[in-house]
């Protein structure tokens, strides 16, 4: 859903933005891809639909400069989830949405595409989500991309070390983590 969310913004900001701490590059990567990564067995993603806020990612350039960013699923009649990423501006007014759809691939992973995005489609997978889906960690398989979603714009302290947890447990690099305003 975050690579929904990660190929959401790059035809979007993506070309324009520097490469730096806070932006990242195309081609950086956030985790030690010898290091296992695991998407969750038991994923339901009926529960998984609706409204999330990225309370954390790690630099990527189509979210340059965003803040308040939510992701927004939904079913569609033919088994696919319809994608709708908004990035706003640290003042909260809309700077750009984009919009796709993921295909469930396997248990947690998704494939998702924007039809604005020439790249193809994205690795999303949901890492982890807690029993009530309020909280969850996504990421992809190559490190490229990488997010901590939760179902309120704040986070609790326990929730996000949960997550991050998770993150450095999948081979994530921890100090490259950013924080989302909301």
Not at 114 to 143: C, H, R
Not at 146 to 172: C, H, K, T, V
């Amino acid at each position: 859903m975050r690579a929904l969310v990660a190929g959401a913004f790059v035809a979007l900001a993506g070309c324009a933005a520097l490469f730096d701490d806070e932006v990242g590059g195309f081609f950086e990567v956030y985790r030690e891809t010898d290091v296992p990564i695991a998407s969750v067995a038991l994923f339901e993603p009926e529960k998984y639909l609706g409204t999330w806020y990225e309370v954390a990612r790690f630099p990527v350039p189509f979210e340059a400069g965003c803040a308040g960013v939510t992701a927004e699923y939904g079913a569609q009649e033919d088994g696919s989830i319809s994608v709708k990423n908004t990035c706003r501006n640290p003042d909260g007014t809309i700077k750009s949405t984009i919009e796709g759809s993921a295909e469930i691939v396997g248990p947690g992973r998704l494939e998702v595409s924007f039809p604005s995005v020439p790249f193809g489609a994205s690795d999303y997978w949901v890492l982890w989500v807690d029993e009530d889906y309020q909280t969850a960690v996504v990421g992809a398989p190559n490190g490229r991309s990488g997010w901590i979603l939760n179902r309120s714009p704040e986070i609790s302290d326990d929730r996000m070390a949960a997550a991050q947890e998770i993150l450095d447990f999948n081979g994530y690099d921890l100090d490259r983590l950013l924080i989302v305003e909301q």
